[in-house]
C-alpha cells in the first residue's frame, strides 16, 4: 500500500492498526483494508463472503505475522466498496476483474489469496484468469466449483437444463427483507443476527466481535441487481432458477463453472479449509432445496433419487483431485468443532495450517 493513497485509519485490533481506503481502479471504486507499517512485506489478499464484508477478516489478518501484509478487499455492492451490478451471466468473473484491477491499482505484481465461501469462488477464477498473479490459493469453504445448489452428483450434472434449484430462489424472502430494513434483533430467526449465529459457526461459537461481524452483514447492497438478484420460474422442482443479474445466480450452475482451474498454468499450491460443522458449504447443506429439513416446505419434491442434495465437498474434491493429478498439489484441513467461518472460531487452528502453506509457497 502507497502512502499516496488518501486513507482512514480503523480502530486498532488486537494490537494491530487497520486502514481503510477507497480506491479508484480501471473498474470500480474498491474499498481496502490493510494492517499499517507491512509494506515491505509479502501481500496476502482476502476476498470475503456472500453477506459479508472485509471486517469479517480483522481477526485473521492482524494475527499474521509481519512477514506477510494482509490486504482484504469488499466485493462490489458491499462494505464500502461501489454498488456496481453483477452481471450474472458473467459467473463471478466481475469481482474476479475488479480483483485483478484493485491488484494493478495497488501495484501487487503477484500475492497470495485466500478466499471464503462466495470470495472462494471469486478467488479460483482470478487464479484461472491470471495464474502468474498468485503465488498460491488458500480456499476457506468455498463455494463448489460447480455452483452453489441446482447439482445433484460430484461432476456437476445439474437436476435441470435451467438450473432450477439454484439462484436468487434459493433465498427467502423473509430475510432478504430484514437484511434491507437494516434488522440487528435477536429475536427475528429470519434475520441476518439468526443467520450469523446459526450458519456461520457452529454451536458454542464465543459471540466475539458479533457486532462488528453483523455489521459487515448489513452493509450488503440489496436488489436484482446486487444480493440475492432476480428470480426465473421453472417448470422442474423446486419451480425457480437462476435469472440473469446479482450475486446468487452468479454462483449458480448455469453461470459458474470453475473446473478449469484443473488446467491453469502455474499452478499454485491450494491449501482447502474448512469445518467439520459447516452447514452451508456441505454435502448436506441445509440452504439447499434439497435438504431433508427443508424438502417438505416445496410442494411436489420428487424424492431423493432424482433432486439428492447437491454434494458440495465431493465436487471440491473432484476438481482438486484432478487437479493434482494433472501436476498441483492441494491439502485439505478439516477444523473440529468449526462451522461455515472456522477462522473466526478456530483462529489458533487456522493459522497453524495457513502460515505454513505461506511459507511454504514462497520458498518454491
Known sequence: MTDSLPHRPHEAFAGASIDTAVIPTARTATCVRWIAGRDRSEP??????????????????????????????????????????????????????????????????????????????????????????????????????????GTIDAEGRMLAPDGAGSGAGMVSPKFVQALANGDTSSENRSGPRALLRRAYVAPGWDGEGEEELLAGMLSTVVGPDNYPGDVARSESWPFFAPGTRGVMNAIAPTNLELTDLVEVEPKPPVLWLRGNGDVVISDASSMDPAAPSRTGAIA??????????????????????????????????????????????????????????LDGAEKE
Open 300 to 357: 411436489g419434491y420428487p424424492g431423493p433419487e432424482v433432486a439428492p442434495p447437491q454434494p458440495m465437498i465431493a465436487q471440491t474434491r473432484a476438481v482438486l483431485d484432478a487437479f493434482a493429478e494433472r501436476g498441483g498439489r492441494y491439502r485439505e484441513v478439516v477444523i473440529g468443532g468449526a462451522g461455515h467461518a472456522p477462522y473466526l472460531e478456530k483462529l489458533p487452528v487456522t493459522l497453524e495450517a495457513l502460515v505454513p502453506h
Open 44 to 149: 496476502v489478499v482476502f476476498l470475503h463472503g456472500n453477506i459479508s464484508s472485509s471486517l469479517f477478516f480483522f481477526p485473521l489478518m492482524a494475527h499474521l505475522p509481519r512477514r506477510f501484509r494482509p490486504i482484504a478487499l469488499d466485493l462490489r455492492g458491499f462494505g464500502g466498496s461501489d454498488p456496481d451490478p453483477v452481471d450474472a451471466t458473467r459467473g463471478v468473473r466481475d469481482f474476479s476483474d475488479d480483483v485483478l484491477a484493485a491488484l494493478d491499482a495497488l501495484h501487487l505484481g503477484r500475492a497470495h489469496v485466500v478466499g471464503w465461501s462466495l470470495g472462494g469462488a471469486v478467488a479460483m477464477q482470478a487464479v484461472i484468469d491470471a495464474p502468474e498473479r498468485f503465488s498460491s490459493l488458500t480456499l476457506i469453504a468455498p463455494v463448489s466449483p460447480f455452483g452453489f445448489g
